[in-house]
């Protein structure tokens, strides 16, 4: 009796910790201007494009990678510290039955890219972290979708995520060349890069004497394009000058950059570009763009750089 009062009291305090957690987050996200809140699940499938799912089955899943819910991001926050007082009794009768060697079953989940949502289990999740486990057991459901989605994504990515969900749907880049990843780190840039792949297509058809699909108008641009350019930029060694860039950033700066140099009457190409973007990447750095800004300007005259870049095929 002594022994199980002692565990309900060592309950009740870990639960107070865990909640005092909570308001820590809170001051954090205030501070920073970064939500500290669980991932729906809705909202991120909606924005990703789901493209069906798969039962993984059971597997030790980690716990920095659970970072959503499917309908519980009220009750808990990023962390999974309990943020209202009714799950208190729940909690604590848990922590006492795992801190008594009693096994869990597994938690349910959903995967979607690198991350986890918890559909049934928040409170084994919160429990877990709270003891510093490094994985959990789960049954895990993998939910296809057409963007992917990194570990550390959050919610005011989403958006982010929905541009480049609608631009593989248009494109099916992810079909024809399924290890493309074109990550690109603020809004409005994958409408950059369909000006690309559109100034593409038309320099194709003029070619081939034929109407060219915007799908194999993406593919050709894949192969002879963007891979050519990113090699420049590996042999430059760009990604390590410019640690917060995508490769994806760099590619678009580049042919900005490559552009501006042809229309200035300068020595153009990547490899001259690259030599620029080393010297000075400040005006070429990723910006957040507004949604609604003029087309000509997010795509750096797509047009123009089609001409270009027949130099490099």
């Keep these: 009796m002594a022994f199980g009062a002692t565990v309900s009291g060592a309950a009740q305090l870990e639960?107070?910790?865990?909640?005092?957690?909570?308001?820590?987050?809170?001051?954090?996200?205030?501070?920073?201007?970064?939500?500290?809140?669980?991932?729906?699940?809705?909202?991120?499938?909606?924005?990703?494009?789901?493209?069906?799912?798969?039962?993984?089955?059971?597997?030790?899943?980690?716990?920095?990678?659970?970072?959503?819910?499917?309908?519980?991001?009220?009750?808990?926050?990023?962390?999974?510290?309990?943020?209202?007082?009714?799950?208190?009794?729940?909690?604590?009768?848990?922590?006492?039955?795992?801190?008594?060697?009693?096994?869990?079953?597994?938690?349910?989940?959903?995967?979607?890219?690198?991350?986890?949502?918890?559909?049934?289990?928040?409170?084994?999740?919160?429990?877990?972290?709270?003891?510093?486990?490094?994985?959990?057991?789960?049954?895990?459901?993998?939910?296809?979708?057409?963007?992917?989605?990194?570990?550390?994504?959050?919610?005011?990515?989403?958006?982010?995520?929905?541009?480049?969900?609608?631009?593989?749907?248009?494109?099916?880049l992810d079909r024809t060349r399924p290890e493309a990843r074109l990550l690109c780190s603020h809004l409005g840039r994958y409408d950059a890069i369909l000006e690309h792949i559109l100034g593409h297509r038309y320099f194709m058809s003029v070619d081939e004497k034929r109407e060219v699909s915007l799908r194999e108008a993406g593919a050709s641009w894949y192969d002879s394009v963007y891979r050519p350019v990113r090699n420049v930029a590996q042999r430059h060694r760009l990604s390590e000058h410019l640690p917060r860039w995508t490769e994806t950033d760099i590619y678009l700066a580049l042919t900005r950059l490559w552009l501006d140099q042809d229309l200035q009457g300068q020595p153009a190409g990547p490899e001259h570009a690259a030599d620029a973007l080393l010297a000075d990447a400040k005006p070429y750095a990723p910006k957040r763009r507004r949604r609604h800004r003029r087309k000509h300007r997010a795509g750096f005259g797509a047009s123009a750089f089609s001409m270009a870049r027949r130099r490099i095929v």
């Design 15 to 172: 639960f107070e910790a865990a909640s005092r957690g909570s308001l820590f987050n809170e001051l954090t996200a205030i501070l920073t201007g970064r939500q500290r809140m669980l991932l729906p699940l809705d909202d991120v499938v909606r924005a990703a494009g789901m493209d069906g799912q798969v039962d993984r089955g059971v597997h030790e899943v980690p716990l920095a990678r659970i970072r959503g819910s499917e309908n519980r991001t009220r009750d808990f926050d990023s962390s999974f510290h309990p943020l209202k007082q009714h799950l208190r009794g729940r909690w604590t009768r848990l922590y006492s039955l795992i801190q008594a060697g009693k096994e869990m079953p597994p938690i349910e989940v959903y995967r979607v890219g690198d991350v986890y949502f918890v559909r049934d289990g928040h409170h084994r999740v919160s429990i877990a972290r709270r003891l510093r486990w490094e994985t959990i057991r789960a049954h895990v459901v993998e939910i296809k979708t057409r963007a992917p989605l990194e570990a550390d994504v959050d919610p005011e990515d989403l958006l982010n995520v929905a541009e480049y969900a609608s631009f593989l749907e248009r494109t099916h």
